[in-house]
């Protein structure tokens, strides 16, 4: 068999991506990203997950490769494991992301729905003027929300095999926060009855089109998370200067 051959079935046996997937369906038991994190702190150094699965990984290699020269297996060994540190850090940086932007996106949200209640009882006359300032300000906040549902999703396809990286507080927090901003703007659309067609048109604010508004936003999302995983493995792998200047960008 060849080596190429031999490496292919390291793929098939235990891939990074699988052996991550493996280890999200037993962290899902912990609820959330804080849950999980007090436990862990209570493990053995053999549960951390930045010892387990190098661990796991190596060993599927080894034992696929046995018999090869030593050199090869070296460089397939050095991959697997980067590769797996570096999906664990995403899942992290996911995580982390997801719980960041919940409490931020919160005063923003309320507020704007205090706004939304008194725009109820705005005259007529004046009511343009203040639900264009009221979409002004939601506008880039959903796009947000939107985004970062979008970049998660986009990030399990690409990264996870179609499997959501977030524990399931913070996964229904994402869903909670995108299904409130479809609440938030369907109230705002129901306040423009009052305007004449053109400008409830030139007014409108759905869903579509906050996520059309965030699409760039969640490109941008899904490749810093991407950019501070990659950059955090080279760092844990001892390469501090590739990790500067991967991150250099978003300084």
Avoid: C
Avoid at 45 to 50: E, I, K, Q, T, Y
Avoid at 77 to 95: H, T
Avoid at 116 to 143: F, N, Y
């Amino acid at each position: 068999m060849t080596l190429e051959r031999r490496v292919a079935k390291v793929e098939l046996t235990l891939t990074p991506a699988q052996a991550v997937v493996l280890w999200l369906e037993e962290t899902l038991q912990h609820g959330s990203l804080r849950a999980y994190v007090h436990w862990l702190k209570e493990q053995p150094n053999s549960a951390d997950p930045l010892v387990r699965l190098p661990r796991q990984v190596r060993q599927a290699v080894q034992d696929a490769l046995k018999g090869y020269p030593k050199q090869h297996v070296a460089v397939a060994i050095e991959r697997a494991e980067r590769d797996v540190i570096f999906l664990y850090k995403l899942f992290m940086a996911v995580n982390a992301r997801v719980l960041e932007a919940r409490k931020a996106d919160a005063l923003g949200y309320l507020w704007l729905l205090e706004r939304l209640r008194r725009l109820g009882d705005t005259p007529p006359a004046q009511l343009r003027k203040e639900a264009a300032s009221w979409r002004e300000h939601a506008l880039p906040r959903a796009g947000e929300a939107y985004a970062l549902a979008g970049a998660v999703e986009g990030l399990a396809e690409r990264y996870f095999g179609g499997h959501t990286p977030l524990l399931p507080d913070e996964a229904e927090g994402l869903a909670q926060a995108t299904q409130g901003w479809d609440a938030l703007l369907a109230m705002y659309t129901d306040q423009l009855w009052k305007l004449p067609a053109k400008q409830q048109h030139a007014l409108a604010l759905t869903p579509e089109i906050a996520r059309r508004g965030g699409a760039a936003l969640a490109a941008h999302d899904s490749m810093s998370l991407v950019v501070l995983a990659k950059a955090e493995t080279l760092q844990l792998l001892g390469d501090y200067k590739g990790a500067a200047l991967l991150v250099e960008p978003y300084l």
